[in-house]
């Protein structure tokens, strides 16, 4: 623990952190504590790894046609440009 008391003052000060010897014993140990799941972690028998597999199948990935631009922009109710036109929604309204 002794140690790690060092640790966490250092990284204190590299932070610029102003704690006292209290929170340092405290980070100190919950420091410790962590360690400790990991070592455990590090134990843990992994076994043989299995493949994922997707409950839908997926599609294989490919180029394809689009959809016609000028024939979707027919459909919009105000274009400019060749873009959409939409109501302003930022910057509007009384900050509420």
């Not at 000028?70 to 459909?75: A, Y």
């Amino acid at each position: 623990m002794e140690e790690t008391s060092k640790q966490v003052h250092e990284l204190a000060h590299l932070a610029r952190l102003s704690l006292t010897p209290e929170e340092e014993g405290e980070l100190a140990g919950r420091l410790e504590q962590m360690v400790g799941y990991f070592q455990a972690l590090s134990q843990v028998e992994d076994g043989e790894a299995v493949e994922a597999t997707s409950a839908v199948p997926l599609r294989p990935d490919g180029v394809a046609p689009s959809l016609d631009r000028d024939k979707l922009l027919e459909n919009a109710p105000q274009v400019r440009d060749g873009y959409v036109v939409t109501p302003r929604s930022v910057g509007e309204g009384d900050g509420a």
